[in-house]
């Protein structure tokens, strides 16, 4: 038996000191002089405006202060919901595998440096390669998902981190480590992440910032985790057996893709113009968004944030060694950085989802206050005030996973998402590529890591400062939404989110679906 589902689209215009009636045969509202301006009773009445069918859907929208109330009949609403959740769950899997690996890549500094005798700098161009590659894949992935999926994207990109691993096991030089481990992994590690980011941004319009920041939590999670595993593999099996077995590790992120299926809703029809708008299909290199300077400013964030972060991540665990310290006081700074990351993603996801809250000056503020603990890591040489910084830093830095796609569709909207979050991975990926390797040359010459990681605390500092511009000249795009149509939203594929998008006019919206 088929099914076809229909919308009833009602535009009602807003009275607060005025409810809704309708009667089934009615084709138009009807304002009554019932007191009921609670958004909730709305919604409860456009259940029973249609006795004769079965509503399904209802939502109202409030534009004065931007409430929704929505609810759902329909128990296909249930299992959307479901796999809602699933998508947070196999997000947060993913990004403790490759993350986790990439944040922790550090650890393995001080063994390359003795099997290999190479210089500082020449041997951080191993870190460097594996999390630039992560960054600068990021096209590459939004190419990919838009011709595929997301979920082939990250089953792709786990099996691809899985072989460089595998071959970097077998590594007989500094220079054959740049390719598997650096070039090959972390293009792996890459095409996992960007179309994980995109999975999790696409499928919740509400919320957005709080599951975001619940899957980001993953990355710490993995830098709390890793760091010990990977201490534990190395001085069990070495430091080539630990890479066969986190090889192995890498093959969950395949599992993972295999769950993250968008909510769809193919049994759905709605209008022309939303059919029609769904036939437009975004671009993937838009050189047009340049033209945006909070989009510039954006990218100027990302690109000096990468440089810095990557002077931590690689170079730290080395510090602490420098210091005398030993090397699981290495590896707990990173723990530690990871411990309060996992707790600062879902921090700043909650604080960045209240509406008082403004999302571009919380995330340039992170950055600000990440950047000054930087710059004292090595300056003061006793371990308590590293553990402090590694907090702080840890923290604040967390802004970058749970707030940024949140920043860039305020930005350049919706519709130009993808396009835009792999242009600022491209930035990410040069920033991080320079960075480590930067701060190796400096200790290599001055014998000192103190202006290293003033380097890497001033760029990221730099980078929330930055963020000042677009918090300043802030302005929401509308994603060419006019104020008679549905919009630019792929019906076939996320049509739920049409029921939950904020209508820019002054109107409640009433979406009811009958059979």
């Not at 609403?77 to 922790?104: N, P």
């Not at 930067?438 to 990681?453: E, I, M, N, V």
């Amino acid at each position: 038996m088929t099914f076809t589902i229909t919308f009833n689209i009602l535009r009602i215009p807003l009275n607060r000191n005025a409810g809704v009636t309708m009667n089934p045969q009615d084709e138009e509202p009807t304002m009554s002089n019932t007191v009921d301006p609670h958004p909730v009773s709305l919604l409860h009445r456009s259940e029973t405006i249609l006795s004769g069918g079965k509503p399904k859907w209802a939502l109202a929208i409030d534009p004065m202060d931007g409430k929704q109330t929505f609810c759902s009949t329909d128990p296909r609403e249930k299992e959307r919901k479901i796999r809602q959740c699933l998508i947070v769950f196999a997000a947060f899997i993913t990004f403790f595998c490759v993350c986790g690996f990439a944040y922790s890549i550090g650890v393995y500094f001080e063994e390359f440096l003795h099997v290999f005798q190479q210089r500082a700098g020449d041997t951080a161009w191993v870190g460097s390669l594996n999390f630039g590659m992560l960054c600068l894949s990021g096209p590459v992935s939004s190419i990919v998902s838009e011709r595929f999926s997301c979920r082939v994207v990250v089953m792709v990109g786990g099996l691809t981190a899985c072989a460089g691993l595998v071959l970097s096991a077998f590594a007989t030089s500094i220079s054959y480590l740049y390719v598997t481990l650096g070039i090959l992994t972390g293009f792996g590690f890459g095409l996992c992440f960007s179309a994980t980011v995109f999975v999790v941004s696409l499928a919740f319009d509400r919320h957005r910032s709080l599951a975001m920041g619940i899957s980001m939590s993953g990355v710490g999670a993995g830098m709390v985790v890793q760091p010990y595993l990977i201490e534990y593999l190395i001085h069990r099996y070495g430091w080539r057996g630990s890479m066969l077995i986190l090889a192995g590790l890498m093959l969950q992120s395949v599992v993972c893709g295999a769950l993250m299926k968008l909510p769809t809703a193919k049994y759905m029809t709605c209008s022309p113009e939303c059919e029609r708008a769904s036939e437009r299909k975004p671009k993937i290199i838009d050189l047009g968004i340049f033209v945006n300077f909070n989009y510039v400013a954006l990218t100027a964030n990302i690109f000096l944030f990468c440089l810095g972060m990557s002077v931590v991540l690689v170079h730290l665990p080395h510090v602490a060694d420098t210091l005398s310290f030993s090397h699981d006081q290495s590896a707990l700074l990173i723990s530690i950085i990871g411990i309060t990351n996992t707790i600062g993603r879902t921090l700043s996801g909650v604080v960045g989802n209240l509406h008082f809250v403004n999302v571009t000056l919380l995330y340039g503020l992170s950055y600000v206050i990440a950047g000054l603990a930087t710059l004292f890591y090595p300056s003061s040489g006793h371990y308590a005030v590293m553990v402090i910084c590694s907090v702080i830093y840890g923290l604040f830095t967390a802004a970058f996973g749970s707030l940024l796609s949140d920043v860039l569709l305020r930005i350049i909207g919706k519709d130009r998402f993808t396009a835009g979050y792999g242009m600022l991975m491209v930035f990410g990926g040069i920033g991080t590529t320079l960075g480590a390797p930067l701060a190796g040359w400096l200790y290599d010459g001055l014998h000192d890591y103190q202006p290293s990681f003033y380097l890497g605390g001033g760029a990221l500092t730099l980078s929330g400062l930055i963020m000042f511009i677009p918090w300043k000249f802030e302005n929401y795009p509308t994603n060419s939404t006019k104020k008679n149509t549905i919009g630019f939203l792929e019906c076939e594929k996320v049509i739920p989110d049409i029921l939950t998008e904020k209508v820019p006019t002054e109107e409640i919206l009433v979406v009811i679906s009958s059979v």
